[in-house]
């Protein structure tokens, strides 16, 4: 098997003056990266973490976040990626680590062992020589390569084993789908701790492509490094997608070749119109798991959420006892890739629920419309129940988000003082005045005929890193809030 880092140091003598990394201003060549990969190799090895250990690396620079990952890849060592605001029961999830390296400033973790990375220890680390003759390690597909935290849109996180040959297939993903190669400039847009981030900047790197970062909670510094550094594939889920959109300033010239890729959550077709008028070339969405990698490739041109499965994925729709249902039918969406996971790590209890007879169940309802043909619908457990009328939320969101001037808007049902469930609509930085915001739901909602509604303004929409809502925390929002208005 092949590490990235081998990747790298071919590029490095090929080409080593070509730029793998603009980061903080600074152009940083394949030559810079591999002499600092391999020093900091040298560095990790020192700490005698077991191949096939696992370490939590925290590190808020991004250079030394990604140099100890992928120098950590070439021991054979899995990393988990953690940040410096982490909950607690996230947290939690990586206390059985070998080893956790972090910046000083991280929340204590109950590991065994802890390395803080200090301004010393970093500078001694890169100033070691390169050995002249690298040992050999120890490479195979089955090495442990990332350990990642999931939770979805509800429940508690989650620990997913990724091994080499499965990060392969994800970075190979990445390569087909958005023809990653020596042209590309790739713009970083959310943390390592994502891995379709992660698994994407690294496929560029192998490429030999140019990754770039910017201030990911600032739309604006994205805005002027898409512009600045001629960026040409970006990620941005769909609610970065609309924060990088109200941020372009008046007179914007928008980019001759940018693609943007979109997974998380559904595009709406008003917010991939503005994106395609205003800033991309095309825009593409992918259906996924961290438990399966790629399922669904959704077409530029497809606004239902219908696309084609991915080379070598089996899709079936089935119904509450998991019995397949024919073509043209709603149900449960349940899925088979060549490289998939078959288990939680310690949670026997989620694994049974999500891992059936050789299936991943991703919590998702579907049709099938013919021979890999899927449109996904949304959350089996976004499915809205009034009074036996049954509703997928984005369905709602989707309608509402045409009519309404929002930065962002979620919906969910809860009982009303009479127990019957009643249409809550949580909203965000709202656009319209209060009696302007009625009538426009009024109209968006009024064909579902759901009767009385309810509104509640929240700071924000709770979402995962991955842009999906979260259920659970959008209905204690919405019990919390006190300033409810009623539809007139």
Same mark, same amino acid.
């Not at 020589?129 to 979805?152: F, Q």
């Not at 609610?239 to 943007?260: C, N, R, T």
């Not at 595009?267 to 798991?289: K, N, P, W």
């Not at 309802?365 to 009074?387: E, T």
């Given at each position: 098997?092949?590490?990235?880092?081998?990747?790298?140091?071919?590029?490095?003598?090929?080409?080593?003056?070509?730029?793998?990394?603009?980061?903080?201003?600074?152009?940083?060549?394949?030559?810079?990266?591999?002499?600092?990969?391999?020093?900091?190799?040298?560095?990790?090895?020192?700490?005698?973490?077991?191949?096939?250990?696992?370490?939590?690396?925290?590190?808020?620079?991004?250079?030394?976040?990604?140099?100890?990952?992928?120098?950590?890849?070439?021991?054979?060592?899995?990393?988990?990626?953690?940040?410096?605001?982490?909950?607690?029961?996230?947290?939690?999830?990586?206390?059985?680590?070998?080893?956790?390296?972090?910046?000083?400033?991280?929340?204590?973790?109950?590991?065994?062992?802890?390395?803080?990375?200090?301004?010393?220890?970093?500078?001694?680390?890169?100033?070691?020589?390169?050995?002249?003759?690298?040992?050999?390690?120890?490479?195979?597909?089955?090495?442990?390569?990332?350990?990642?935290?999931?939770?979805?849109?509800?429940?508690?996180?989650?620990?997913?084993?990724?091994?080499?040959?499965?990060?392969?297939?994800?970075?190979?993903?990445?390569?087909?789908?958005?023809?990653?190669?020596?042209?590309?400039?790739?713009?970083?847009?959310?943390?390592?701790?994502?891995?379709?981030?992660?698994?994407?900047?690294?496929?560029?790197?192998?490429?030999?492509?140019?990754?770039?970062?910017?201030?990911?909670?600032?739309? %604006?510094?994205?805005?002027?490094?898409?512009?600045?550094? %001629?960026?040409?594939?970006?990620?941005?889920?769909?609610?970065?997608?609309?924060?990088?959109?109200?941020?372009?300033?008046?007179?914007?010239?928008?980019?001759?070749?940018?693609?943007?890729?979109?997974?998380?959550?559904?595009?709406?077709?008003?917010?991939?119109? %503005?994106?395609?008028?205003?800033?991309?070339?095309?825009?593409?969405?992918?259906?996924?798991?961290?438990?399966?990698?790629?399922?669904?490739?959704?077409?530029?041109?497809?606004?239902?959420?219908?696309?084609?499965?991915?080379?070598?994925?089996?899709?079936?729709?089935?119904?509450?006892?998991?019995?397949?249902?024919?073509?043209?039918?709603?149900?449960?969406?349940?899925?088979?890739?060549?490289?998939?996971?078959?288990?939680?790590?310690?949670?026997?209890?989620?694994?049974?629920?999500?891992?059936?007879?050789?299936?991943?169940?991703?919590?998702?309802?579907?049709?099938?419309?013919?021979?890999?043909?899927?449109?996904?619908?949304?959350?089996?457990?976004?499915?809205?129940?009034?009074?036996?009328?049954?509703?997928?939320?984005?369905?709602?969101?989707?309608?509402?988000?045409?009519?309404?001037?929002?930065?962002?808007?979620?919906?969910?049902?809860?009982?009303?003082?009479?127990?019957?469930?009643?249409?809550?609509?949580?909203?965000?930085?709202?656009?319209?005045?209060?009696?302007?915001?009625?009538?426009?739901?009024?109209?968006?909602?009024?064909?579902?005929?759901?009767?009385?509604?309810?509104?509640?303004?929240?700071?924000?929409?709770?979402?995962?890193?991955?842009?999906?809502?979260?259920?659970?925390?959008?209905?204690?929002?919405?019990?919390?809030?006190?300033?409810?208005?009623?539809?007139?």
């Amino acid at each position: 098997m092949t590490t990235t880092a081998d990747y790298i140091a071919f590029h490095a003598t090929e080409r080593p003056d070509a730029v793998a990394l603009i980061h903080q201003g600074r152009a940083i060549t394949f030559a810079e990266l591999n002499r600092d990969l391999r020093a900091l190799t040298r560095a990790l090895a020192k700490l005698e973490v077991p191949t096939g250990g696992s370490v939590a690396v925290g590190a808020d620079d991004l250079y030394t976040h990604w140099l100890l990952l992928l120098a950590f890849e070439r021991l054979g060592i899995a990393t988990t990626s953690f940040l410096s605001v982490e909950t607690e029961a996230s947290v939690r999830l990586l206390a059985d680590v070998d080893l956790v390296l972090s910046e000083p400033h991280f929340p204590a973790v109950g590991a065994r062992r802890h390395c803080a990375i200090t301004g010393e220890w970093l500078a001694q680390a890169l100033a070691l020589e390169p050995e002249d003759e690298e040992p050999a390690l120890p490479c195979s597909a089955s090495d442990p390569l990332r350990i990642l935290r999931t939770s979805g849109t509800t429940g508690s996180p989650k620990r997913i084993a990724h091994w080499r040959a499965l990060h392969d297939a994800w970075a190979m993903g990445w390569i087909v789908m958005m023809g990653l190669g020596r042209h590309t400039r790739l713009l970083l847009t959310m943390s390592f701790s994502v891995n379709g981030m992660y698994a994407c900047a690294t496929a560029c790197l192998r490429t030999g492509g140019t990754v770039v970062s910017a201030d990911m909670r600032n739309a %604006r510094d994205l805005v002027r490094a898409i512009a600045d550094h %001629r960026i040409n594939a970006v990620i941005l889920v769909p609610f970065q997608l609309g924060q990088v959109l109200d941020a372009l300033p008046p007179g914007f010239e928008k980019p001759p070749d940018l693609a943007i890729y979109s997974f998380g959550a559904a595009v709406s077709s008003v917010l991939r119109r %503005r994106a395609l008028d205003h800033l991309a070339t095309e825009l593409l969405d992918i259906y996924g798991t961290n438990e399966t990698g790629v399922i669904v490739w959704i077409g530029a041109s497809r606004d239902d959420g219908s696309g084609t499965l991915w080379p070598g994925v089996r899709v079936e729709i089935v119904d509450d006892r998991d019995i397949a249902l024919p073509r043209g039918q709603i149900g449960r969406i349940r899925a088979q890739t060549p490289h998939m996971v078959q288990a939680y790590l310690g949670d026997p209890e989620a694994t049974r629920r999500m891992f059936r007879d050789g299936w991943f169940y991703p919590g998702d309802l579907g049709i099938l419309h013919g021979p890999g043909r899927l449109q996904i619908l949304g959350r089996g457990d976004d499915l809205l129940n009034f009074g036996g009328r049954k509703i997928p939320a984005e369905t709602l969101e989707q309608t509402i988000m045409k009519r309404v001037t929002l930065g962002d808007v979620a919906v969910c049902s809860i009982p009303n003082a009479a127990g019957i469930e009643a249409l809550f609509v949580g909203v965000s930085d709202v656009g319209d005045d209060d009696s302007e915001l009625l009538q426009r739901l009024n109209d968006a909602l009024g064909p579902f005929q759901l009767g009385q509604f309810y509104v509640v303004k929240l700071p924000r929409i709770p979402r995962n890193a991955n842009g999906k809502i979260q259920r659970d925390l959008l209905k204690r929002a919405v019990v919390g809030a006190t300033a409810k208005l009623p539809a007139q």
